[in-house]
């Protein structure tokens, strides 16, 4: 995205136009890993070191509150960032923490059952999928019988 479409973008969202706003979005727009306040801080004091981490946590939390990003549900305590904000579903390890997309049809608003309705007006629906990956289940030994176990 151009320095110029981002600034009109920020004045959409009522927000004035920084340098620190502008490398924090770039960041996200960037980003893959769906990275932490402290994993974009890291990158982004590389071109702006006196930036604080309780600014681009500031500058992520208002971006989050005008739809720039999402903040990624299940994405632990820290909490996980997505610049990506077209809807998709995310699985989510729990052992190394790394967060990876992924698109299902079947999973949209459309697709809700009627209870979702009745409970009220939904906004949009994600699929979380939490569990072990393989580079993980890889590392990991194999899980041996409970006779085999040696005491500890
Ligand atoms: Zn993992
Ligand atoms: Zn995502």
Redesign the pocket.
């Known amino acids: 995205m151009s320095t110029e479409a981002l600034k009109q973008l920020f004045a959409k969202s009522g927000l004035k136009f920084t340098n620190q706003r502008y490398l924090v979005y770039r960041a996200m727009a960037e980003a893959k890993d769906h990275p932490s306040a402290e994993t974009v801080w890291r990158r982004v004091r590389v071109e702006a070191p006196a930036i604080s981490l309780d600014t681009v946590y500031r500058t992520l939390a208002s971006f989050e509150a005008r739809g720039l990003v999402t903040r990624v549900p299940g994405g632990g305590e820290e909490g996980r960032f997505d610049g990506d904000v077209t809807p998709h579903h995310h699985l989510v390890?729990l052992?190394?923490g790394?967060i990876e997309d992924f698109t299902m049809s079947g999973a949209g608003l459309d697709d809700l059952p009627e209870s979702v309705a009745a409970w009220g007006q939904p906004r949009d629906a994600q699929v979380l999928v939490r569990g072990?990956?393989r580079?993980?289940l890889c590392k990991m030994e194999p899980v041996k019988p409970e006779s085999e176990k040696r005491r500890t």
Do not use: G, H, N
């Open positions: 390890c052992c190394c790394s072990v990956c580079k993980c």
